[in-house]
């Protein structure tokens, strides 16, 4: 069985995860907890509001966000201690045991509105929010040793085993927004409970099967099933419909047990759902979700640049899901998504300060055009322009604190044979006898020096899936996206991975996209800003055989200057086909760090002339 290497036994010593890392210590722990107060996210765990106080009740999702802020300081605090975090962290987890009812039930919104109420409710979020408390106490104890949370939390999950496995008494049987079946897993790895393992698999053979868990009403439309995954039993899925982060961290749970259980049948539709993510439903910046409607996945090749979803926690948990994917295959094309995500589609939702965050990345943005309105459609919905601190709905930034928290976790596997490496970051580990040390600048240099000493007969080595051109100063067999080595004792390897700027198409399916490319170096995604560039970026070309110059490290890995062409100006509405055009300098920015200076106009899919 091959198990990843956890984030805790990995120090990450340099290079852009470390500023990273740095970052979110620094500024977005405190970020996100200054506006959780100011929201009274961390007032509501008391427990205390009633009918006819000033402020709102509890939001169904409030306990969610708290637990996600928490798990965050867990994984920065088995990096590095931290007593100012890990009080915050101890008050709110004393107000979640003391305000639980006798059975183990905290949910603050039940608890406080509608006591009569609970279990009653599929959309009510109630079991998502389980899921994250549970995920946030086995953090907190693998952290801190500290097991109260942990002991409170596994009273809860017998309590949900009680109601909805043994005694069958709730009004629906599995989770309307999945995070439970993960959480589950990880409860059954941190206190080898088996009943929390077979939980999970329980609400993972009952999803789709059940008529209880949809309602006379949700039928009548049409798409409703698909929304929650519930129009067929899992293992005959072919393909992902609906909510993306649901239908992501449902792939996730089916993940874990496919391991678990070595069921293969459940691993060929976990391959199967990803191959139709990644090849039909997938934006370059490994965002994916394509409409604001419902947040969803749509139909092959939909995939809409100004009004894109791609909202930040979808891409985080495709990550999440692809990582999983490398235990039950060694197919370099999974480590590849994770990558992807990494530098583009999850990264852009956090400002370069990490204080503010986007909930929706969209690969185009013109604000002249955002706020036009239609006397009686109203106003077509496009995202934001600008990152915000907090949100309604605000998920994605302690979701983010605890990715990039915990990005080592990424990096490494093991089976009894092999080690593997996935990804590349300056960084040591010493795991099981198995030493490891990566020394490298990447991504924005491509040579990675490796340090390896143990046990094992190999190492394997991904080469990404954009390099064509790489050199390895030992011998290697090339398999499935990864370099194999043998190992004799102490092993030193340079791995050189050639990046040149790539300019790529899309499909000719993705309509959007017709005529256009965008730009790659190595994992990065590029784009144009008009705080660089200028006006009406759309209307520019760049030549198929450009040639880009790397310029500076404003945002951490080069921009690259280029020669473009635009239109020559004119007041006529419309013209001759026959246009002149002027040459123009280009500036492209990595994509993740657009909207850091202002609004403005940006573009990932150029014209290509």
Partial sequence: MIKNIPFSSITINDGFWKQKQKMVRENTVYAVYDRFQDTGRFAALECKWKEGDPDTAPHIYWDSDVAKWIEGVA?????????????????????????????????????????????????????????????AAVAYYDATGKDAFLKAMCRFADYIEQVFKVENSAAFTTPGHP?????????????????????????????????????????????????NQDEMPLRERVEVKGHCVRALYLLCGMADLALEYEDKELAAACERCFDNIVY?????????????????????????????????????????????????????????????????????????????????????????????????????????????????????????????????????????DTVYIHQFMDSETDYQGMRITQKTKYPSEGEIQIHLYGDKKYVAIRIPGWCKDFSLDQPYELKDGYAYISLHGETQITLNLQMPVTMLAANRRVHDNAGRIAVMRGPVVYCLEGVDNGEDLRSIHIPEDAEFVLTDNEFMVPSLQTKGYRPAGSEQLYLPAKQCYEEISLRLIPYYAFANRGASEMLVWILQK
């Avoid at 002249?368 to 990152?387: A, L, M, S």
């Fill in 75 to 135: 994984y920065l605090t088995a990096l590095e201690k931290c007593e100012e975090l890990e009080k915050i962290a101890d008050e709110a987890i004393e107000n979640i045991i003391k305000n639980s009812d006798e059975h183990g039930y905290f949910n603050s919104h039940y608890l406080v509105t509608e006591q009569d109420k609970r279990f009653t409710n599929r959309m009510c979020h109630e079991l998502y929010c389980a899921g994250h408390l549970i995920e």
């Fill in 280 to 416: 039909k439903r997938m934006y370059i910046t490994g965002g994916v979700g394509s409409t604001h409607a419902g947040e969803t996945f749509t139909v092959d090749y939909h995939l809409p640049n100004r009004t894109a979803y791609a909202e930040t926690c979808a891409a985080i948990s495709l990550a999440m899901f692809a990582g999983r994917m490398q235990c039950l295959r060694t197919d370099g094309r999974f480590g590849d998504i994770v990558e992807r995500v990494l530098y583009n589609g999850m990264l852009s939702g956090i400002s370069m300060d990490g204080r503010s965050f986007f909930y929706e990345n969209p690969l185009e943005i013109d604000p002249d055009f955002n706020d036009v309105t239609n006397p009686y459609w109203g106003k077509e919905h496009y995202p934001i322009t600008q990152r915000k601190e907090v949100f309604d709905c605000s998920c994605c930034p302690p979701n983010l604190l605890r990715f990039i928290s915990s990005v080592a976790g990424y990096l490494y596997s093991c089976d009894e």
């Fill in 179 to 227: 995070e439970l079946e993960l959480a589950l897993v990880r409860l059954y790895h941190a206190t080898g409970e088996k009943r929390y393992l077979e939980l999970s698999k329980y609400f993972i053979d009952e999803h789709g099967t059940n008529d209880k868990d949809i309602t006379p009403e949700q039928k009548l439309q049409k798409d409703f099933p698909s929304y």
